[in-house]
């Protein structure tokens, strides 16, 4: 994964571990003017450690985000392709992304008003639609399987792994790349967010912004990044030898059909989308270790969600860890599903739960334990990743730890 607060899995995941806020002034853009000036940037990226010079010029920075982060989740596989035996067709990639090359977009349209048509660039559509990361990552790597982008606002890599999922299960392939990649942190989306009032506007802490379950919460921070799986039918991975970092075990999608951004109060397709994805998996609530929320920090999710938890799980929602890892990390849209299923499998394998950072102020409604005093350590052979999005859409994944 390549995060505001990391550039691969190690590094991300160490931050994590050591609450480490991510946020700061925007500096991909002058904010001076926005209500909101504050995101939580991938700082130092270079794309061309990952692509040529050509490449890069050619991609949007979402595209150069999948590139890296597929990069690193094919080499932790120990696949430079599909492996000895197995057809190319028999390999897919999935890759879901809320908005797609949107700084592209942008960029396109500032030149279509002030240059005319004619200097619009003739890489803009293959760089802008949100499709395009997942056929990058195919040409890279020649895989030839079912190849798509799902977008479902920021549930949509956690769609794109569910799908994924479904296609080993069904038998239509055997290796998926899936995942998501976001880079959204553009005037227009800022200006946006701001305008329907979801961001923070704590601009004097940056570091602070993102409080996830903390009463002052005033908004998600916007975030970017991207983080891919290799899911594998498991004895086609056993009978490589491949290191299996965890089991992807259930999923579950609902709808709200209540309002274009908004919850319904008592969560009804939230608790579904969980439910369904226990079921898939075979799993008794009370068997659940850790949940990484959804936990945006906006006044209605954090509240709904808890709201959501304690009526799946009962009694048992308060003998787990409802965790956030956006109070570091921002909201990454489209490939918060991606990169917080990371998180599940490691915390799945090392037993070691991030904090939810930036609390100060208790929440009546939010009374569960988030790990706000710190990294906790306890083993966790049960985890839930929950992605919610403007829409209605809702994803749940069960991760499992993995057991020889």
């Known amino acids: 994964m390549i995060t505001p607060i990391g550039l691969d899995l190690d590094s ?17 853009f002058d904010p001076e003017g926005f209500t909101t000036r504050i995101a939580c940037e991938v700082k130092g990226f270079d794309p061309l450690s990952h692509m040529g010079r050509k490449e890069a010029r050619r991609y949007d920075r979402f595209g150069q985000l999948a590139i890296a982060s597929a990069a690193e989740a094919m080499e932790s596989a120990g696949l430079s392709g599909p492996p000895p035996g197995l057809s190319a067709d028999r390999f897919g990639v999935i890759i879901g992304s809320g908005v797609g090359g949107i700084a592209t977009l942008e960029a396109n349209c500032n030149t279509l008003f002030t240059k005319g048509p004619r200097r619009v660039s003739p890489f803009f559509i293959p760089m802008f639609i949100p499709d395009i990361a ?52 553009t005037p227009i989306s800022v200006a946006g967010f701001a305008s329907m009032k979801a961001m923070s506007t704590r601009n004097d802490d940056p570091a602070g912004a993102s409080r996830p379950f903390d009463a002052t919460r005033d ?19 056993r009978a490589r030898g491949a290191e299996i970092l965890a089991e992807v075990a259930g999923f579950g999608a609902s709808g709200d059909a209540y309002h274009i951004t908004a919850q319904p109060p008592e969560a009804e397709g939230a608790r579904y989308a969980m ?28 509240r709904t969600e808890t709201f959501a938890v304690k009526a799946l799980l009962g009694a048992h929602a308060y003998d787990i860890v409802v965790g956030s890892t956006k109070s570091m990390t921002g909201h990454l849209l489209g490939a918060a599903g991606g990169v917080e299923a990371v998180i599940c499998a490691m915390a799945c394998r090392t037993g070691r ?52």
């Not at 991300?12 to 991909?28: E, N």
């Not at 075979?282 to 209605?300: C, F, K, L, R, W």
């Not at 739960?353 to 350590?377: K, Q, S, V």
Request: with cysteine.
């Open 12 to 28: 991300s995941w160490s931050a994590l571990l050591g609450g480490t806020p991510g946020g700061g002034t925007i500096t991909h």
């Open 134 to 185: 997942s056929g990058i990552v195919s040409i890279r790597y020649g895989l030839r399987g079912p190849n798509y982008a799902t977008v479902s606002a920021c549930a949509s890599s956690a769609h794109a792994i569910g799908d994924a999922m479904r296609f080993i299960e069904r038998g239509d392939a055997d290796i998926m790349l899936a995942g998501g990649t976001e880079a959204a942190i």
């Open 219 to 237: 908004g998600f921070v916007i975030g970017e990044g991207a983080g891919c799986f290799v899911l594998e039918e498991m004895e086609c991975a």
């Open 275 to 302: 439910r369904v994805a226990l079921d898939d998996a075979g799993v008794a609530p009370e068997d659940v270790d850790y949940i990484n929320a959804h936990g945006t920090s906006t006044p209605q999710n954090d």
């Open 353 to 404: 739960i991030p904090p939810t950072i930036n609390f100060a102020h208790r929440d009546d409604e939010c009374d569960l334990e988030y790990a706000h005093g710190g990294m906790i350590e306890r083993p966790v052979d049960v985890a839930l990743s929950n992605s919610f999005g403007f829409g209605g859409h809702n994803a749940t994944l069960v991760i499992r730890k993995y057991e020889e």
